[in-house]
């Protein structure tokens, strides 16, 4: 091994400074991993509702849902986060860097997942609804045993990249502040006046968002078999 | 007593009118056929009986309860009345079992158990008692098109819609689906069927309505509309029918 070996190791995968803020990455993937789960449940079941409500044919109720859609998605995730970060206490509403970040990213995936799961619902043929609806079902009990199936299937394979690349940007918390991977890194990386911190973040983020990808992978698959 | 009567039937999209003024009636135990050219309004005709279209006017009573009215209960009256679809309408994620038993659990609240067995009761019916577990995929259509049916009677209705149930399928398949109606009629179900199928109607029905232009042009007897048909038009679609059929 020469010198300059040990250099590239001494900067990025110094154990001595990797053995002690270990806990701050485990701390910040504890962070990463709750705000996830929050942003995937609560943006899906977001989307779902407003797609139903779009099913519904209204006008009054499918133009405010589309425009939300398409503002969300037109604008990046980031500036979405600051706006909300430094607008709500403006309007009274202070909430937590961990509360903003749920909410930035849960309405930016709600946006996403509203379509694709609109598209899901206009690819099932209107003879489902009415042949459900022939048998006395209600247009809620329809739209529930017969044609959400059918969209749900349609719209997972698209669905679960929007989730992974949309929990992925959790990262963005710490421009707020919030302490998950990337910011504890980050903060580690300069008391240590070493990068190995974001070494280990890189490895943190794979531990979490791998197994996440294989899983869209295994489930892509096996939604298509029928 | 009729069990389906409709009075002066009108329906337009826009301005186009597709039914100006429909009469007819079924009676119970009654095989209504209705045939006509393409774009007569038989199918709009049908699908006005159970509200999948608005009439813009006239009456329609089914079991004696207007179906139009705004007080009626419209999930609670399509119970009574079944629809078979030209292109089967099978839910595709659910077995043969389910299809037949959703609408009995999810309307009807009746337990699992009890709807699973009515709706084997209805596949038996139809000669499919053996492919309760298939998914639609895995049944021919003409199999696809006795699930529909079977679908339909399990809700015991008091009349069944047909819309051009065997257009969809292969010849060889048709006379399966046929042969159940025939069956079904020997029950005493009550079914209007819009057709295409001539020799079906000639032989089956008890009754058959000539429509085009969004009206009944003539009514009769099988017997009278195919041997003895009175107006122009009936004789002039009959004989165009007589001479594509090989």
Known sequence: ????????FFTFFNLAVAKQYWPNIAAGMLV????????????????LWLAVVRALGRRA?????????????SLPPLVVLIVLYFGLPALGLPLSAFAVTWLSLSLVLAAYAEESIWAGICAVPSGQLEAARSTGMRWWQAMRWVVLPQALRRAVPPLTNRVISITKNTAL??????NEILNNAQGASSYSG???????????YLVVFLPLVVLSRWLEQRWQRR | MPILEVTGLRKSYGSTEVLRGVDLHVNAGELVCVIGPSGSG?????????????????RILANGHDVTSATVDINRLRQDIGMVFQQFNLYPHLT??????????KVQRRPKAEAEALAQVALEQVGLGGKARSFPAELSGGQQQRVGIARAVALKPHVILFDEPTS????????????????LRQRGMTMLVVTHEMSFAHAAADRVVFMDGGVVVEQGSAADMFERPREARTQSFLARYGSRRS
Request: with cysteine; charged share 15%.
């Open chain 2, 42 to 58: 038989k199918s709009t005709m049908l699908r006005c009986c159970n509200l999948l279209e608005t009439p813009t006017g006239g």
């Open chain 2, 168 to 183: 969809a399928l292969d010849p060889e398949l048709v006379e399966d689906v046929l042969n159940v109606m025939r069956d």
């Open chain 1, 173 to 178: 918390g710490s421009v707020v502040a919030l």
């Open chain 1, 32 to 47: 990463t991993v709750g705000v996830g789960i929050a942003v995937v449940v609560t943006g899906t079941v977001l989307g």
């Open chain 2, 96 to 105: 043969a079992l389910d299809n037949v038993s959703l609408a009995l659990r």
């Open chain 1, 61 to 73: 109720l499918a133009l405010p849902i589309v425009a939300f859609a398409d503002i969300m998605r």
């Open chain 1, 194 to 204: 070493n990068p190995t911190p974001l070494t280990m973040a890189a490895f943190a």
């Open chain 1, 1 to 8: 091994m020469t010198g300059g070996d040990s250099g590239f």
